[in-house]
């Protein structure tokens, strides 16, 4: 998750926007309520579109590495085929020049899809005695 920046959140409660930290999205990530960082009131994403898109950027944190593989290997493939006699000069450096500008426009697209604003609701933490309940009723199962 570390891959993933530029996701903001959106207090429902103080009406505030403000960047998401590495631990709030881990939060998120397992549906944990936490802390809003200026009301300190208790967030949750309770829309399941969002927490939907919030799953799915973990396969944008792929498509880096992804992409630099196959732009080096297309470079290479590029200039084997100059060596042999497949392409000319000029073919070869249009090939390089494609690879390279598709990996940025590509690049930008999935940085693009990975900026977006959480819509955090105020949740109510579980009270004391519910936790305690919970621990008793794993303890006795044990
Ligand atoms: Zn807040």
């Known amino acids: 998750m570390t891959a993933v920046i530029g996701i903001r959140g959106h207090c429902a409660h103080c009406d505030m926007t403000f960047e998401l930290k590495p631990w709030q999205l881990n939060a998120i990530a397992i549906d944990e309520p936490f802390g809003c960082t200026y009301c300190h ?20 944190a792929l498509v880096r590495p992804g ?9 290479l493939m590029a200039l084997v085929a100059e060596w042999v006699g497949l392409l000319s000069v000029i073919g070869q450096l249009n090939v390089s020049l494609i690879a390279v500008l598709a990996h940025f426009l ?26 305690a309940r919970v621990a008793c009723t794993r303890l006795g199962q044990q």
Do not use: G
């Open 67 to 75: 992409m630099i593989i196959l732009t080096c290997a297309t470079l």
């Open 41 to 60: 009131s208790c967030l949750q994403l309770c829309c399941h579109k969002q927490l939907r898109q919030f799953r799915a950027l973990d396969q944008w």
């Open 106 to 131: 590509v690049l930008r697209y999935a940085r693009h899809r990975q900026k977006m604003t959480l819509n955090l609701q105020a949740v109510s933490p579980l009270p004391i005695e519910q936790l």
